[in-house]
């Protein structure tokens, strides 16, 4: 299995452990010039903004790991572009990240912020 592969796997995963989770999965794959976000969910009142990371093992490091501080700029901004370009303000958001690791997941709410 490649890595591409891997990664929609993992974030098929993500996506029913969130749905189990009750949180409402409002898009996936969000693409814009600015990046992308892996998952879009409301939970409870909250946009959640949700990255992915799928990793066979941990030998090397955790999967949240390589969510480094670039990444985050992108997602944020991203996020941000996804506001706007929906006409949402006033809502409470939120960056997670998922760690899928074979049939393990590991979900870090607030991983990061602004």
Known sequence: MNTKTKGKAGELFAVLYLKKKHYKIVEQNFRCRFGEIDIIARDNGALVFVEVKTRKNTDFQRPAESVNARKQKRIITAAKYFLMQNLISDV???????EVMGEEINHIANAFSL
């Open 92 to 98: 409470a958001c939120r960056f997670d990240v998922i």
